[in-house]
């Protein structure tokens, strides 16, 4: 079956999800499954499928469901190029997290993500997948683990000199010290990340987080004014992407540092 032939099944799979969620996890699977071709176009509807079949998932909150394709989908990423096999795994992880209380669930499918990462020497995706675990454990207040995984994932990235990748990994790490209350090393992590940004383009999500930080760090220290234009910039920036949650907490910030000073 070719590239159109498998279009068209996923296709039809997504017109029934909501009569047939069923019949629907049945038809992304044989897209996904069911042909040995793995040309441009055909690993794009793969892809496609797998996105569609992850949010399905997500949409009927079975996080064991998602964990379980991710397992399946090894011996697709086998025969997929590593690049396109690190997004279709990004792809999945972010429908898991749109799903409530399945940071747990999250944190195991990251492990064992990075685990099989190692072993089959996919560096990229695994620094990714710890990256995003380091992330979770702060959330979940594991702030001596999410230190010792954002250590390590530290020193690999210097040697490989991966500055956007080290940009958020001392964000990450400014934000878990700062969690702990210490403040030096949450100040030296945003100095660590600024002067990585400073050698590249940052995108302007990234650069939103930087501001943030860096307002808070601010503030921390009672200059509120500093902390103020931070704050208006990453505002600004969230506005023009549209992030109306992140925005608002930014604004919220502004009105609290104007009552301050």
């Known amino acids: 079956m070719g590239a159109p032939e498998l279009a068209a099944l996923s296709d039809s799979a997504a017109e029934i999800e909501a009569t047939d969620p069923?019949?629907?996890?049945?038809?992304?699977?044989?897209?996904?499954?069911?042909?040995?071709?793995?040309?441009?176009?055909?690993?794009?509807?793969?892809?496609?499928?797998?996105?569609?079949?992850?949010?399905?998932?997500?949409?009927?909150?079975?996080a064991q469901a998602v964990k379980a394709l991710l397992t399946d989908l090894r011996p697709l990423f086998k025969a997929v190029p590593k690049a396109k096999t690190a997004k279709i795994v990004r792809g999945v992880i972010d429908a898991l997290a749109t799903m409530h209380g399945c940071d747990l669930v999250q944190v195991e499918v990251c492990e064992d993500m990075a685990v099989?990462?190692?072993?089959?020497?996919?560096?990229?995706?695994?620094?990714?997948?710890?990256?995003?675990?380091?992330?979770?454990?702060?959330?979940?207040?594991?702030?001596?683990?999410?230190?010792?995984?954002?250590?390590?994932?530290?020193?690999?990235?210097k040697k490989l000199d991966d500055k956007l990748l080290l940009v958020d990994i001392h964000l990450l790490e400014s934000k878990i010290h700062y969690a702990l209350r210490n403040m030096p090393k949450a100040k030296a992590a945003l100095t660590a990340a600024r002067t990585n940004s400073n050698a590249i383009y940052v995108p302007p999500s990234v650069q939103c987080v930087i501001d943030s930080q860096s307002g808070i760090l601010h503030a921390e220290e009672k200059d509120y004014k500093t902390a103020y234009s931070y704050f208006f910039e990453a505002f600004e920036q969230l506005n023009n992407l549209e992030d109306d949650q992140k925005a608002r907490a930014a604004l919220k910030y502004m009105l609290m540092c104007k009552v301050r000073f």
């Not at 690993?43 to 079975?62: G, I, P, Q, S, Y």
């Open 22 to 62: 069923a019949k629907a996890v049945e038809v992304y699977r044989d897209v996904i499954f069911g042909t040995e071709s793995f040309d441009a176009e055909t690993v794009k509807v793969k892809e496609l499928a797998v996105d569609r079949l992850a949010k399905l998932f997500a949409a009927a909150n079975d």
């Open 116 to 157: 099989w990462a190692r072993s089959e020497k996919r560096t990229f995706l695994r620094h990714r997948v710890e990256l995003r675990l380091a992330a979770l454990r702060l959330a979940l207040k594991q702030y001596q683990d999410a230190l010792k995984t954002i250590g390590g994932l530290s020193f690999e990235v």
